[in-house]
């Protein structure tokens, strides 16, 4: 039967294919497709791993027997005996041989697609005893797939196998079928991976629109929904979905009529994409002359590759802290990080490269396993240059490591975050010894341009003060508009809440652009605001003359540009400043 499940749009686009459902906890496990002569080793791989957690349980019942019954309550041989038997049940074995067999799956991959199968036919079971058995399969399987761990490399195949099985308004047997992920959560972390799986598309329970997840679902440029609630429960594994990232809607089991409108839809946006993309050598200049510089942001130093190709003329803002996450607690070091930064440097050509020093906290935790949500208000916790701060070698670490890069072409450096004199003060001085250091050293390394991000409103307040130790400004909309409205921006019960046309927000975003360019000094927009075609004309009309947003974003927001006349615009956005009500001027 087919049903929908509403949700917030986060990227746009239409993708059409079989959902793969995955438990929060295992969106980690490696999703990679196999090629057909690998299905015996994969196969194999499970049966070995299974094996040996069997062999682990057995030892641990025979030296519970030799200890004795007082030693070894009954209770817990008991249990083990059902762990064993779980571990053996056909239905796990066969259903893993089919997900490498059938779908050519990788063995993690498969065993943990079998694994929410039966664990939704627990929770339907109506007995509380065999109901809680799911606790018990979760671990057995986590054991094994803790075998698994570095067993065998990875052989990526980036393609859909071929299947037969589709609805046939849709595809026809010679393409292949597209998967999107189902979760309950993605952490950024999460999106790391899932940059490099084969993923079309993804769905999830919680999150807000300025997520950082949902951020990243951006920079892919693939349709996903979050805030989508239930999304995991009611959808099953193999189920044909449609997502709708314009709308924020995912619909499940669609009839052959929805199927072809989406798929009508999915042609449409294909072809309104190639044909943006041919203004990637267009220079950004409005109607009545104003140059506008159309940077990227970016998350790993190969995205630099995208942004050329999207025609940005620099990177207004990599995001550092992606390079810090998922790693276990194990920090990248001066020289994996020098690496890195130099390696985006290169990749943009000569092109100048702003790079922000480490912004983790909040919705951006280093680790999944790593607590930092017990804290009661992560987003106003220790964060961003609180966090930098608090542990100068670290710090220090970065930013002798930006230095360095900056004799490899030109670098802009960005620190997030800051509110205080005191913290202006302390990260100069911290600048200042990095440069001693590599002096000290002999290390090579390169002028920079000193930028703040203006996303407090205690910044956007103060700003005579920031304009007094940089050269340039970057506008952080995301979290301006966060802690201007005081509410969480990970938070989908909130979402409604989150308002760029807020009048505060305008205010504080107009006043920014307008005091830095009196006092003759870069700003530039990198929040979401700055791809949102939508407010392309606003921003422009407010005086904006520098975008950074996700290569993807940048032919829309280039179209809006050419056809914008600021001269025009500047009234027009001044009522709207002035508005109490501004989304209805902008609407009018
Ligand atoms: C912002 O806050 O607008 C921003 C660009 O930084 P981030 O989204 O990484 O917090
Ligand atoms: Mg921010």
Known sequence: MSFAVHGLAVARGVAIGRAVLVASSRVDVAHYFIAPADMAREIDRVRQARNAVVEEIMRIQRSLEERGPKEAPHELTALLDVHLMLLQDESLTLGVKHWITERLYNAEWALTTQLEIIARQFDEMEDPYLRERKADLEQVVERVLRQMKGAASPITVPRSPRRSDQPDLLLD?????????????????????????????????????????????????????????????????????????????????????????????????DLERGRLARLRHTPAVTLDGQKIELLANI??????????????????????????????????????????????VEGMHGLPVTIRTVDVGADKPLDKTVKEGANLNPALGLRAIRWSLADPAMFLNQLRAILRAAAHGRVNLLIPMLAHAHEIRATLALIQQARKQLDARGH???????????????????????????????????DLIQYTLAIDRADEAVAHLYDPLHPAVLRLVAETISLAQAHGKGVCVCGEMAGDVSLTRLLLGLGLHSFSMHPAQIPAVKQEILRADTAKLRPWALRVLDSDEPANELTA
């Open 299 to 344: 998350e790993m130093p190969e995205d630099a590759q995208a942004a050329l190709q999207a025609g940005a003329v620099g990177v207004g803002l990599f995001r550092s802290e992606f390079l810090f996450m998922g790693r276990e607690g194990k920090l990248p070091d001066e020289e994996e990080q020098y690496q890195a930064y130099r390696r985006a």
């Open 173 to 269: 047997d010679t393409m292949d079928v597209p998967l999107v992920l189902v979760a309950h959560d993605l952490s950024p972390a999460d999106m790391l991976q899932f940059k490099q799986s084969v993923f079309a598309g993804f769905v999830t329970d919680v999150g807000g629109k300025t997520s950082h997840t949902a951020i990243v679902a951006r920079s892919m440029d693939i349709p996903a929904v979050v805030g989508a609630r239930g999304a995991s429960q009611w959808v099953r594994q193999d189920d044909w979905v449609i997502i709708d990232g314009d709308a924020g809607v995912m619909i499940v089991d669609p009839s052959p009529i929805i199927l072809a409108e989406y798929g009508f839809k999915q042609r449409q946006a």
């Open 444 to 478: 090579v390394h390169g002028t920079v341009s000193l930028g703040a991000m203006i996303e407090v409103p205690a910044a956007a307040l103060s700003l005579r003060l920031f304009l007094k130790y940089f050269d340039f400004l970057s506008i952080g909309t995301n």
